[in-house]
C-alpha cells in the first residue's frame, strides 16, 4: 500500500540541502574539485592554494607568469567554472 505523502528520496535530500545552505557550500568544493579539468595540467601543478569566500574565488600560484596569463582570461575561466556548477557561483576570480 502506497503513502499519499511520499517522495523519492533524492527529493528529499535535495530540499535538506537547500533549507540548510549546504548545497552551495558542496557545490563550491565541487568547483575547487574540478579546477585542473578546467584550467589543465600545467596551471593546475603551479596552483599554490585555492578557495571560494564570498562568491570570489582566490587562487594562489607558485609562478608570477602564470598568474600574469591568467590575468587575461579571468573571465572566461569565471564563465567555465559557472557553467561546470551550473549557476552562477563566482561573481570574481583574484590571482595572487
Known sequence: MRRSNTQKLGEVIKDYLKESNIGKKLTEIQLI???EEI???EIARRTEKIYIRN???FVHFTSSVVRNELLLHRE???ARLNEHAG???IKEIVLK
Open 87 to 89: 549557476e552562477e557561483i
Open 76 to 78: 572566461t575561466i569565471r
Open 33 to 35: 574539485n574540478s579546477w
Open 39 to 41: 584550467v589543465g595540467k
Open 55 to 57: 562568491n570570489k574565488l
